[in-house]
């Protein structure tokens, strides 16, 4: 049997800026290699179909960058990443078009799930229904709390029947009432043995319907096993990480932040063809801002 999720010496890296201008200058390719952070460093698992798969870690661990990687939203900046079958990422921050409606933002995200419009026609009151956001349905996102874009987003996400569903933090911002709907549905998602990835800072969460749980610590995997044993270990870590002393923290953090800043060794060739990719690009748009401005001066001059 296929796995329904693989990922090979998966690594993505940012680079990063002091401002907006050093942006540009890449794109036009004015200055290259810029300081790299790895917010992944060659990561490599598997995910079975109907496996429901929980994502730990602490703050800036990487894994939101991994839900990403999942659900396609970016590309990694080396290795390999294959998923068999169709994605929906449902996160707090992502996905929702705040200037429209809530109603607009149903037809949209399922037109971009591939629904046609009698498709769409057929689950829009099923999703509204989900959703219990009442009137606010016809207004704009922007004017909804965090509760209630999480589920519409929810609601959206579970509708399209996805292969596999991965949940970023989206359920902590719900009420116990919806809370309970989510499970409910997720289960029902389980029992049609589809694939869940789930993202939360709730070890109680995870560990009522996660069977295998990856332990992300600082863009690498610590641990990737049976759920209670690794919620086992990450309770030791933080118990001993809460012991230390303020500056004690902040030194193991930098420690373990100062490695995410180096290459990563085996994928150092990619990196380098990535880059050279990219210069290429700017030398096309260079030659083009070239003979954009022969053009103008010649145009003011005739
Ligand atoms: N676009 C970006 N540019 C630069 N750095 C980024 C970018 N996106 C994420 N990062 C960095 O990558 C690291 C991992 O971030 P990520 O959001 O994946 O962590 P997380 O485990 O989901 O954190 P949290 O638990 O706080 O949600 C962080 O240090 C973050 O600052």
Redesign the pocket.
Known sequence: MNPKIRFMNVSKS?S?YSKQSEKLFDIISLKKDRDH?F?LRNISFEVNEGEAIGLI??????????SNLLAQVIPPSLGKVEINGETSLIAISVGLNNSLTGLENIKLKCLMHGLSSAEINKIKSAIIDFADIGKFINQPVKNYSSGMKSRLGFAISIHTNPDILIID?ALSVGDQTFYKKCLDKINEFKSQGKTIIF?S?SLSQIEAFCERVMW?HF?QIKMFDEAKKVISEYKKFINWFNSLSESQKKKSRNEMLEDQYKEVSNGQAQLVKSKRGNSNLGFVLQILILILIVISSATYMF
């Open positions: 940012f990063l952070f917010a870690g602490l703050n800036g661990s990487g894994k939101s960058t991994l933090e993202v800072h992300i863009g």
